[in-house]
């Protein structure tokens, strides 16, 4: 039963990975169009995409990540406490890519709060 709790942990983390990457190839575009075209920040071409495509910025900066957390976190969790017993197990190793993704949807996040 453990064993099948990690490999849907590692399929989560994998399809979680792949809807994390549409924003950071955003993140690369707004740092490449700020480092070619002069007189332009990150931040202020962030607020002009996001003024000009709302609905796909609120999609990919705060929906995308935060269900990436939600979901990444509930699996951690399944995992290192097994419901028939209350004690923590030490498992990180085995959920290491769920924490990692979690981390880089945090980092969405606050960049998209700046």
Known sequence: MQENAIIRAKNISVIS?????????IIAALIMKSAFVPNTT??????????????????FFLAVPVFCIVINLFSIIKICVPPESQKPVNLILSVWFNA???????????????
């Open 17 to 25: 990975g792949w809807w994390l990457i549409i924003p950071f190839y």
């Open 42 to 59: 990150l931040i202020s071409n962030l607020h002009e995409y996001t003024g000009r495509n709302h609905f796909s910025s609120v999609l």
């Open 100 to 114: 990692v993704i979690v981390l880089f949807s945090f980092l969405v996040l606050i960049f998209y709060l700046l």
